[in-house]
């Protein structure tokens, strides 16, 4: 049987690209994206597109990035400095992404959204190019969502006939927030020129299906269909996940049990709470230490028991509201620690910065909690990774309600609204203080739905609902 082509669409390449001498390497990163697809080698060839993240203007050396990528069939999409960043930045991360998250106040400005036309027509042109009759392609996330109608009109042109799918991996709003968009419609149309669009929940799917119904006028009596102009498109829910067998195999690590060993010596007779979060203000990571303070300020019969490790992973470092962000939770940590700090030590371990793979497992597998308090996520994917590293402790899961995650793990977790401290507070309580029988029974829960929801089963489903569309 002949391999399927697929060709597989992100804003940035999953490879990190760097000079060396006189001459390019690049290689592959371990991202979700990567590891989902993995699992589908046997049955599908396929080529990666997206921008390399370096600016390169000379041709003969842009021939080698090209040369460099090919190895890992990858293709690089070139963009000048200015226009990436106007496009990632000024539209994508800046309006877009606010928006998409349920936050208010954003001012629209159109050289950022004529960045973002131009980047996705620049992205279509070289894929339509490229493309063979009969090829998938899967376009992923928000900062693509022009180019399903884009990339079909070009394809049109060139007598090629290719299933085109989109996923989406942030949470779509409800109406409301979705209509402040001035470009809303060119954006949806932009996404309805696909033949299959994925989201992670059902209530993401219903979401953009209304607001296609009620901006467009779009036709949705059939369940999972969406009927617009002569077309009609598939909308469903792929539920993605993490690859359990990584963390696993990782544990068995002997440097990595050597510092677990280390780590629960070192906190012997305490209970530890991990936080690992992107340094972003739709984490809920203000909520979080706030609902820490508070869980202290009510029991200080737990003093010197309890740490919290939060890591902060940096993020748009260069924008306004995340350094402002960065200094509000350095300035919250400091508080809470100089108020409940005694000479045997500090209550918040807090590290701005990311940590390697190795001790992020270490971390997961030694943490008797752990706490997500995102005020919207499009899934969450660390409630996966942690309970991936929970089978000898069954350390429970507490979970914002908000988070994509808590469509699907609300039983096996200890669930509450971020935006009450009090809240977050007493499932801090709850969560230290549950009965080892009921740890258990949740951990089962939650560790046969991440077993079961893999990110190889995710990409294998997607892609052979695409298939039936050529």
């Known amino acids: 049987m002949s391999k399927r082509n697929l060709i597989i669409v992100s804003n940035r390449l999953p490879l990190s690209v760097k000079r060396v ?3 390019y390497t690049s290689s592959l990163s371990s991202g979700g994206l990567v590891t989902s697809l993995s699992g589908l080698t046997k049955s599908t060839q396929f080529r990666w597109f997206g921008w390399p993240g370096i600016q390169v203007q000379d041709e003969e050396e842009r021939g080698k990035v090209l040369d460099s990528l090919a190895q890992h069939g990858a293709v690089a999409i070139f963009l000048d400095e200015e226009l990436a960043h106007s496009h990632y930045n000024g539209f994508s991360n800046q ?4 928006i998409l998250h349920y936050q208010s106040g954003v001012v629209f400005t159109d050289k950022p959204w004529q960045a973002y036309q131009r980047v996705n027509e620049l992205f279509a042109e070289t894929i339509a190019g490229a493309a063979q009759d009969g090829d998938l392609i899967w376009v992923h996330d928000y900062h693509l969502m022009l180019l399903p109608q884009m990339l079909r009109a070009r394809l049109k042109a060139q007598g090629k006939h290719c299933a085109v799918g989109f996923s989406l991996h942030t949470p779509f709003p409800a109406g409301d927030f979705w209509r402040s968009l001035p470009v ?5 149309e932009g996404m309805l020129s696909a033949d299959l669009i994925g989201f992670h929940t059902d209530e993401y799917k219903q979401n953009f299906t209304q ?3 009620n901006i467009l006028g779009a036709r949705t009596e059939i369940p999972g269909k969406i009927q617009y102009k002569d077309r009609l498109i598939c909308a469903d829910k792929f539920i993605v996940g993490i690859d359990p067998a990584k963390f696993e195999d990782t544990l068995r690590n002997e440097q990595v049990q050597a510092r677990i060993r280390e780590l629960e010596e070192k906190y012997k007779g305490m209970q530890i709470i991990i936080g690992i979060d992107r340094l972003d203000y739709i984490k809920g990571l203000t909520q979080k230490l706030k609902g820490f303070g508070e869980f202290l300020d009510q029991h200080p019969e737990m003093k010197n028991k309890v740490v919290l490790f939060q890591v902060a992973v940096p993020s748009r470092e260069d924008v306004k509201e995340y350094q402002e962000l960065e200094t509000e939770l350095s300035t919250l940590v400091g508080k809470i620690n100089g108020k409940h700090a005694t000479p045997d030590g500090t209550p918040i371990i807090y590290m701005h910065r990311s940590v390697s793979f190795d001790e992020l497992t270490a971390l997961y597998s030694i943490a008797d909690v752990c706490l997500l308090t995102s005020n919207r996520d499009g899934m969450n994917l660390v409630a996966f990774e942690y309970v991936a590293c929970q089978a000898r402790r069954h350390g429970v899961l507490a979970l914002s ?9 609300k039983e096996g977790s200890i669930t509450f609204n971020p935006a009450n401290t009090t809240q977050v507070a007493e499932a801090i309580y709850r969560a230290l203080t549950l009965d080892e029988e009921e740890k258990k029974m949740r951990y089962e829960k939650l560790s046969s739905f991440v077993n079961a929801n893999t990110s190889a089963k995710w990409g294998e489903n997607f892609i052979n609902r695409l298939s039936r569309h050529i």
Do not use: K
Request: aromatic fraction near 12%.
């Open 95 to 98: 309006i877009l992404w606010p």
């Open 401 to 409: 309600e908000f988070a994509g995650a808590s469509a699907f793990m």
């Open 184 to 188: 809303r419609n060119e954006l949806i």
């Open 21 to 23: 001498d006189n001459a």
């Open 211 to 213: 607001s296609c119904a």
